[in-house]
């Protein structure tokens, strides 16, 4: 059995359709991450100890075990706990928490290492601390830390494809979907590579962008 | 307030780090719209004394006064808060590094506090803004961010944000230590227009000209204690203690 | 938490995790080697070597792992590639990661002070011998660390092949919770053995960095 692209096109649309779902997954779940970052950071950093520490704990399980294993105990534990999301809730929940993890360790040492006469320069204006916290550092913090999360973001665009396995119709269910239609592997993975390729090159231009554009407030 | 309240007053201020004295048992008042200059070697304990004004290096005895008012009061956690916050309101603070906020541009550097704690609203806080930039002669970089402005136009803007406050007395920690040369002058003439507008200042500085030419009384400070002050005139021509003389001998030798 | 459960099943458990410390062992092995013919070519005199390590580098770096493993496993019959899970999942992790340490191998040569290679070269070295006796050996200092970020990321990565049937830690696990509706159980026997397995390979890897720092 060679191979014969001339399928794909047939499948254009369902594959399309794929792919603003990986993108609206990846969006969500990229949001989702960038915030719980901060918050996780802020838990891991100030919280009182009863807090602090089961949080650390969940965080570091959460960064010694595979993303896959902890998409199922996201999905099939709300489930057992009698909470019926969609699918694409679930993904979105595993994916941005599983990046969130990691972005809290980023934004944990940019916080640490903001300049003290930070704080002081707030704090002597009147400022409380967690209104310095917000207004003053936090936004430095997360700014140094850009470039590395958008690394994180990117890698989160590929691991989205790990989402089809609890049954998120995004690209590469898509893809899939149409092998089980024509029995073509090659081609619609090809295909889905090429799209998840494309996507790829999008996000990283907007990414440097992004950067560019914090380039005057360092 | 009676007229006897001084405006500023220090009592016994004591302060150690572990083994280390760093301040003893220093006490000192300031009247209202006077100028003080704080002058000494390094590790003399002066900007120690500056920063425990406003408490942002809390003291280890004695009490700091703004118009009868303690300022280092010792109180539960979150009233403490609350009252220190409120004091700090009233004391500006400008800093050696300027500690401008490098993500904000100028313009919110100087709002981003009376917006906050004062609830004006943004047009108000454009005016004052304005007015206060306009002061320090900065009003034409009001949208640029601080990594685009030089060491003298940092300051600038820092005394702004200071002054937006609207603070009923100012700290300067060595102003223009970090500046190059050529940028000292600027920053000193603002501060030289605040004197000329009876705000009530500290200054700590090594600039002994400028000390004397601005500051109504001169405080020299050695290893923790107040050694001599007086006029600058007294201090700078002809001091009392030998210590006073001989950091102004080797001073002055180092700096002309 | 149903322990008694835990106690019973985790035998099971024991053997997927020994599958899949078999799976980063050799995805680990098979990536060194991909990295450094990947580095090899980017760092190469030959232009089309060049495009051909960049453009391996690209394409695994632009498109998820997981889609690459399917690719080979599924469609490789159509090209004339036959091959078991096992074997798919090895290859294609292991090439996956390849294309990760050759950017960690490329970013640890082309930081070294060009001093060192100018001062080599006038004691008279080729640029071989300079390569092997000045350039490689601090090379090899800097990436033992960032490639044991690269190792981490691939233990973790193993979970990949659960997708196509390999019976290891992910896979067992998966299959457990769909048998006994215990998710949060059957996660934590996974969860601790990849922490094991994890921080063991971690300890061995700053025992090598720690060894290469101080020769």
Redesign the interface.
């Known amino acids: ?3 014969d692209f001339s399928v794909v096109p047939s499948f254009a649309d369902a594959l399309l359709i794929g792919v603003l779902w990986t993108i609206a997954i990846t969006v969500c779940a990229a949001l989702l991450s960038f915030f719980g970052g901060i918050l996780f950071a802020v838990i891991a950093l100030y919280a009182p100890w009863f807090l602090r520490l089961p949080f650390r704990f969940f965080a ?2 959460f960064m ?7 998409l ?2 996201i999905y ?2 709300l ?2 706990l009698g909470i019926d999301l969609p699918a694409f809730v679930a993904g979105v929940i595993g994916l941005g928490l599983h990046f969130a993890v990691y972005n809290s360790e980023l934004i944990q040492t940019a916080i640490v290492a903001v ?1 003290k ?2 704080m ?10 967690p ?1 310095a916290l917000i ?2 550092v936090i ?2 913090a997360v ?1 140094d830390v850009i470039p590395p999360i958008g690394n994180n973001m990117i890698a989160l665009l ?5 989402v ?2 609890i049954g998120v119709s995004e690209l ?1 269910l898509s ?1 899939q979907l149409a ?1 089980g239609r024509t029995y ?4 619609f ?2 295909a ?2 090429v799209l ?2 494309i996507i ?2 999008g996000m990283e231009a907007v990414l440097r962008r992004i950067e560019r554009r914090t380039q ?3 | 307030m009676t007229d006897q309240t001084p405006f500023v007053e220090i009592r016994h201020a004591q302060k150690s780090y572990g083994d280390l004295e760093v301040l003893k048992d220093i006490s000192l008042t300031v009247q209202r719209g006077e100028i003080v200059a704080i002058i000494g070697p390094s590790g003399s304990g002066k900007s120690t004394l500056l920063r425990a004004i ?1 408490d ?1 290096d809390p003291l280890t005895g004695g009490e700091i006064l703004l118009e009868g008012v303690q300022v280092n009061k010792t109180l539960p956690h979150r009233q403490y ?1 609350k009252h220190i ?2 004091m ?2 009233q ?3 400008v ?1 050696q ?1 300027f ?7 100028v313009r919110d550097n100087v709002t ?2 009376p917006k ?2 004062k609830g004006i609203s943004s047009k108000e806080a454009d005016k004052l803004a304005e007015e206060q930039l306009n002061h320090v002669g900065m009003l034409e970089r009001i949208d640029y ?1 601080p ?2 402005l030089s060491g003298g136009q940092k300051q600038r803007v ?1 005394i702004a ?2 002054l937006a ?1 609207q603070p009923k007395l100012m700290l300067f920690d060595e102003a223009t230590s970090a500046l190059d040369p050529e940028l000292v002058e600027e920053v000193n003439l603002v501060m030289k227009k605040l004197a000329e507008e009876h705000m009530t200042m500290i200054i700590v500085t090594h600039e002994m000209d400028f000390a004397a030419s601005v500051c109504d009384r001169v405080l020299f400070m050695d290893q923790g204690v107040v050694v001599e002050e007086g006029p600058p005139e007294k201090i700078f021509k002809n001091p009392d203690m030998d210590r006073t003389k001989e950091f102004l001998r080797k001073h002055l030798a180092g700096s002309k | 938490m149903d322990i008694d459960l835990m106690l019973r099943v985790y035998p099971y458990f024991l053997e997927a995790a020994w599958v899949t410390i078999q799976l980063s062992v050799l995805t680990i092995v098979l990536g060194l080697i991909c990295g450094m013919i990947g580095a090899a070519g980017r760092l190469s005199r030959f232009a089309i070597l060049r495009f051909l390590a960049a453009a391996y580098v690209s ?1 695994f770096r ?7 493993i ?2 080979l496993y ?6 004339g590639i036959q091959l078991d899970a096992f074997e798919a999942g090895v290859i294609g992790l292991g090439v996956n990661i390849g294309a990760y340490m050759t950017e960690t191998m490329r970013g640890a040569i082309i930081s070294i002070d060009k001093g060192q290679i100018e001062a080599s070269r006038t004691l008279g070295l080729s640029k071989f011998e300079t390569f092997r006796k000045v350039t490689l050996p601090q090379a090899l200092r800097l990436m033992i660390r960032p490639l044991g970020v690269n190792i981490n990321a691939q233990i ?5 092949v ?2 196509i049937s390999v019976v290891e ?2 896979y067992t ?2 299959r457990y ?2 048998s006994t ?4 159980e059957m ?1 934590l026997i ?2 601790i053995l ?2 094991i397995i ?2 063991a390979s971690g300890k061995v890897i700053s025992y090598l960095d720690r060894r290469v720092r101080l020769q």
Do not use: C
């Open positions: 059995m060679g191979l570091w399980l010694g075990t595979p993303l896959l294993l902890q199922f105990l099939f534990g489930v057992e300049d006469g930070q002081e320069a707030a704090r002597t204006l009147g400022l409380s601390r209104q207004r003053v936004p430095q700014r590929k691991d989205s494809a790990l089809s396995v590469t893809a092998i073509r592997p090659f081609e993975y090809a889905a590579a998840y390729y790829n090159l005057l407030s360092r | 406003n942002l808060e916050n409120a700090r309101q004391i500006g603070m800093f590094h500690n401008l906020f490098p993500h904000l541009n981003m506090a906050l704690l961010y990594s685009q820092a944000r200071a406050m | 394409f632009g498109t998820p792992a997981l889609i690459q399917f690719l599924f469609g490789g019959p159509q090209v973790k990565g193993t979970a990949l659960a997708a830690l992910t696990a998966q919770i769909g509706y215990k998710p949060f996660f996974a969860g990849y922490l994890i921080t």
